[in-house]
Every structure is written in structure tokens, then in C-alpha cells.
């Protein structure tokens, strides 16, 4: 995994959509598997999301935590 995308997880808000403005490592696993089910958008925001269901399918969000600026 590149680590400049696993940052852009933590930084990147979600354009449109119901879950519009949430972090996409924010997202939830249901919204992440349905874009799995139906296509990623194309597109870097695709290959972002695409990332993300990995991440979130195998359980490894919390590795995305030390990466989060402190709010």
C-alpha cells in the first residue's frame, strides 16, 4: 500500500452522495461493499474507495488512526 493514499484516506472528504462531506476512511462498510457490488466510479475517488473496502474488509482501520490530525 502506497502511504500517500492511506493519508489521503484520512483527508479526503466523500463528494456526493448520502454520505457527502464524511472522511472516506470514515465511510461505512455496508456503503463501501455496495460500490464493491455495483462499481467503484472511476477515477481516483474510485481507486480510493476501492483501497478503502480493502482496508475495511480485512479489519484494518485502526491503522489508519495514527495517520488522522488531531482535531
Not at 456526493?16 to 462498510?29: I, R
Not at 462499481?39 to 482496508?55: D, K, Q, T
Amino acid at each position: 500500500m502506497d502511504a500517500e493514499l492511506l493519508q489521503l484516506l484520512v483527508t479526503r472528504e466523500m463528494p456526493y452522495g448520502k454520505y457527502k462531506g464524511l472522511l472516506l476512511a470514515d465511510l461505512p462498510g455496508n456503503y463501501l461493499n455496495w460500490f464493491a457490488r455495483e462499481g467503484f466510479p472511476s477515477g481516483e475517488l474510485g481507486r480510493l474507495l476501492a483501497l478503502m473496502h480493502e482496508v475495511d474488509h480485512n479489519g484494518l482501520k485502526p491503522l489508519l488512526e495514527p495517520l488522522r490530525k488531531p482535531r
